[in-house]
């Protein structure tokens, strides 16, 4: 089975920085890409981040210069590093890892943890 499991959100000040980390586990030996998602109430969930096993990154726009991804193989977790929060960043952040051949692709998705910018 395979398992995602996100942490390091809670509630920050606007300006302030939050760590985002998703550890995931199970058959997993490599990976197409991993994503960062969030969704605020009322939304639909967005696609944030998004970085490849080989640690190529891609951003949204409105995040691009705040935000950074990561990932560290050997501890077998990706990361969303968040500088600059802003009240809209409030959301529900969701780790995703899409595995497989590309016309096989399956998704994983972790809980979610909730990120709260605010004075």
């Known amino acids: 089975q395979v398992q995602l499991v996100e942490s390091g959100g809670g509630l920050v000040q606007p300006g302030g920085s939050l760590r985002l980390s998703c550890a995931y586990s199970?058959?997993?030996?490599?990976?197409?890409?991993m994503g960062w998602y969030r969704q605020a109430p009322g939304k639909q969930r967005e696609l944030v981040a998004t970085?490849?096993?080989?640690?190529?990154?891609n951003y949204v726009d409105s995040v691009k210069g705040r935000f950074t991804a990561s990932r560290d193989n050997v501890k077998t977790s990706v990361y969303l590093q968040m500088n600059s929060l802003k009240p809209e960043n409030t959301a529900v952040y969701y780790c995703?890892?899409?595995?497989?051949?590309?016309?096989?692709?399956?998704?994983?998705w972790g809980q979610g943890t909730q990120v709260t910018v605010s004075s």
């Open positions: 995703n890892l899409a595995q497989g051949a590309s016309s096989t692709v399956i998704d994983y």
């Open positions: 199970g058959s997993i030996f490599s990976f197409n890409a």
């Open positions: 970085v490849t096993f080989g640690g190529r990154t």
